[in-house]
């Protein structure tokens, strides 16, 4: 039987802050514990049913603990529970390690949606990108619902936080910067760099006019027909995975 | 003052059977509220704060209540309440109206989400797609959260429900039938037709088998390695957008 206080630990592990000074965070559902278990990361504890395939953890330093269906109904954030659940602690990235002209570094600039952000992480893996900067605003990739939306994409690329300006200030000179931005250039009669940072910006204000002085290359994706009505811009994952199809097709 | 029985009428909006039943759907917030106003849709009720600009409404045939903060947060479905709340009618579109042969028609089959369905719709809209048959088993456009992802778009879009398989008998036997799938051709490879039906399928199952035997051109957006670890699938709404991008750049 899972313990009151243990219950109340993992509630409470769906709140940023305790995440952070815990340094751990939930994962949820088979494919992505799965996952987890036979990558590097490091899982402290595995709380799962009994019809749950435990073989993969045979052998590893893990604390595991059967429950109840109405138990994991209880510490879960799904609508619909899957059998696992685990407490696995934050990798730590310096992002002055990464050398940023091989390939695309996607640059999030405050996106604030949990769907958004899981989905713009997958879609950069689908692409080959791995390395991917958040502002300090952006929302957390341990939040469960960003988790989910990855599809377990987050435990094969890097997510580093880093203040916006400080991270620009300090890449090489000559690397292209490409933000989308309504005055841009139409990406369809361009060729794009495929090194380089990508700037996405946030959902309702879009790329800040702070960070617009780092942008060399200005994006945009062509409408079909000029009307005031129209939306004016497109949802911030599908625009990245338009702009990254472009780019890496 | 909001009588109960308005506030009891106004929720009982939010589910799909009295929408169905009454004919009638919830808009919020002050864009989506104007734009309808300003729209041919038959807008009855208008809930709205003091603050709210109502003189769009002037000599309109609608019944107008100014309501408090508080009345306006009973009866919202949104985190933030925006000054404003319409009833209206949802219009009656007949599928076989369409000249399907002119331009690009999305079916999307069981597309469960309601923020993956408004996306598609908003995204839709921006590469000039009008015409979107949902099948029967698809989130319902008048949801309230695929409303607000449309931001607008579900306004000057016509979405049809149908059920799928007799709509495809019956289209035109010359008009090509797209389907992303795993076994397609490089979409970045080929030369994508501009008129046509664009299936995309449920977001864990894809196409169905009964579907799949309408597709005359497969396509694939290609991933960047061939990993079994890699994610199996885009997001919906990310790969129509990709695949939109590249039919209608």
Redesign the interface.
């Known amino acids: 039987m899972l313990s009151s206080v243990k219950i109340k630990w993992l509630k409470s592990l769906s709140q940023k802050k305790v995440r952070k000074h815990e340094g751990l965070f939930v994962a949820e559902g088979e494919k992505i514990v799965n996952?987890l278990l036979e990558s590097p990361w490091e899982v402290l504890d595995v709380f799962a049913l009994d019809s749950w395939d435990h073989v993969v953890i045979k052998g590893k330093n893990i604390r595991y603990q059967t429950i109840s269906e109405k138990e994991l109904e209880r510490i879960s954030s799904l609508t619909t529970p899957n059998k696992v659940l685990a407490v696995v602690r934050m990798p730590q990235y310096n992002i002055l390690d990464v050398n940023l002209s091989n390939n695309i570094t996607l640059l999030l600039e405050d996106i604030q949606d949990p769907?958004n952000l899981g989905?713009i992480i997958?879609?950069a893996?689908?692409?080959?990108?791995t390395n991917i900067v958040c502002s300090m605003q952006s929302a957390d990739i341990y939040n469960s619902k960003v988790i989910q939306?990855t599809?377990?994409?987050f435990i094969?690329t890097r997510i580093y936080y880093a203040p916006i300006e400080e991270f620009l200030v300090n890449i090489p000179q000559s690397l292209p910067v490409m933000g989308a931005l309504l005055d841009g250039d139409n990406i369809?009669e361009k060729d794009l760099p495929k090194q380089g940072i990508l700037i996405i910006g946030n959902e309702s204000r879009g790329i800040s006019e702070a960070t617009h002085r780092f942008i060399t290359q200005k994006l945009y994706?062509?409408?079909?027909?000029e009307n005031s009505?129209?939306?004016e811009s497109?949802?911030a994952?599908?625009a990245t995975?338009?702009i990254l199809?472009?780019i890496?097709?």
């Not at 893996?125 to 990108?129: A, C, L, V, Y």
């Not at 994706?221 to 027909?225: D, L, T």
């Open positions: 996952e769907g989905t997958r879609t893996e689908w692409f080959g990108i939306a599809m377990g994409s094969r369809f994706i062509p409408r079909a027909h009505n129209l939306p497109l949802n994952s599908v995975a338009i199809a472009q890496c097709r």
